[in-house]
């Protein structure tokens, strides 16, 4: 399996893991054939592209830490609580249904983790622009338990990490839209009205829900930094819950790889780089190793050019080493196709000096010549 960019999708290829549309219904199954109209509505939807099966790729394997349909289930679930909350005549009870049925999945999603806790993340993120906040959402409280499990919080903390990352941006519901979604850089003005949503989140479910007071708090919180130049309250280091610290590096990191109304997408290599350059500034040092450790900067199906010229797909991560990941190496420096082979750039001591330097646009299927 590979990732594709949309720019690269043609006709014929094969869907290697499920889309959904904006109504959370499963738009393409695995193994579905690309037709042109899904192409178009794949674009439509603002997909920055798609894994898909091939010749090429077909030895390299993608595992979650949660299945697609808990995701997906999470990913509805917190959208009707921020669209119900945003309500002026919501009826409380209601609101308390919506979040428990919230509660449950975030139990749901700490099991699958606890089960999945030696599992990088490997995946670019399916996502689509007008779900944004609600994907991000989920995203953040799967890197901040996966963190959370490393760092060794019990099952309790383990929940209140994915409850209070789940509902970390429900105060965006209270800022203006316009705001939200303006294309353009943000006035001063404009850029206030948008600090104030970790309040307005805190204000809301403090006063709304009976939940845990380390979640609201580090909703609260998730925007302060390490070295106290966040907001509301430029609180620093450990006046900083270890929720809001595990949640800060998570948001921090999924917004930077999301497409945006304002910028493109980074890499996961390009985001990682930045949590790692702030480690110990920004974000706490301890929690930054961690997340470095548990997420791929190079995942499983991208496409990758070595700093001797060839080209590859990368097979599979390594922990104690996520810039040198095991590769299948299918071009030549000259470009040109080859019968692929495995290079692992960790345990191969005469590829000491060999790199990642960049992610390769290749974009078509080629075919691989049998030897």
Do not use: W
Not at 19 to 35: E, G, M, T
Not at 182 to 211: C, M, R, W
Not at 239 to 246: D, E, F, G, K, V
Not at 279 to 294: H, V, W, Y
């Amino acid at each position: 399996m590979r990732f594709v960019p949309v720019s690269g999708l043609v006709e014929g290829m094969v869907c290697g893991r499920k889309l959904y549309d904006v109504n959370h219904q499963l738009l393409l199954n695995s193994n579905s054939i690309i037709h042109r109209s899904y192409i178009e509505r794949i674009k439509s939807l603002g997909y920055q592209g798609i894994y898909i099966e091939d010749e090429m790729s077909k030895d390299i394997m993608l595992k979650d830490v949660i299945s697609d349909e808990l995701r997906m289930s999470a990913i509805k679930a917190v959208k009707d609580i921020c669209i119900y909350a945003s309500q002026s005549k919501s009826d409380p009870k209601k609101l308390v249904d919506k979040v428990n049925h919230t509660k449950i999945l975030i139990s749901n999603i700490v099991e699958q983790v606890l089960e999945n806790k030696d599992t990088m993340v490997n995946l670019i993120d399916l996502k689509f622009y007008d779900d944004y906040t609600f994907f991000h959402s989920v995203n953040v409280a799967v890197l901040s338990i996966l963190v959370g499990v490393e760092y060794g919080l019990n099952k309790a903390d383990l929940f209140n990490v994915g409850l209070a990352s789940i509902l970390h941006d429900i105060g965006k519901m209270f800022v203006d839209k316009d705001i939200l979604n303006k294309p353009g850089k943000l006035t001063e003005e404009e850029y206030e009205a948008v600090k104030q949503h970790p309040t307005f989140g805190f204000n809301y479910l403090k006063e709304s829900y009976d939940i845990p007071t380390s979640v609201y708090v580090s909703v609260l919180q998730h925007h302060e930094r390490y070295d106290g130049k966040g907001y509301p309250m430029q609180k620093s280091k450990d006046q900083i819950s270890i929720i809001a610290r595990i949640i800060g590096v998570a948001d921090v990191y999924d917004a930077l790889t999301s497409s945006r109304p304002y910028r493109e997408a980074l890499l996961p290599s390009e985001a990682m780089e930045f949590i790692m350059a702030n480690g110990g500034s920004m974000f706490d040092l301890e929690i930054t190793k961690i997340f470095a450790k548990k997420v791929a900067p190079f995942p499983v199906g991208t496409y990758v050019i070595l700093s001797n010229g060839l080209t590859g797909i990368v097979a599979s991560n390594h922990e104690d080493a996520c810039m040198r990941p095991e590769v299948k190496i299918i071009m030549n420096a000259n470009q040109e196709v080859i019968v692929p082979y495995i290079l692992d750039l960790r345990l191969n001591r005469s590829l000491r000096s060999v790199t990642i330097t960049g992610i390769n646009s290749l974009m078509k299927a080629k075919e691989v010549k049998e030897a």
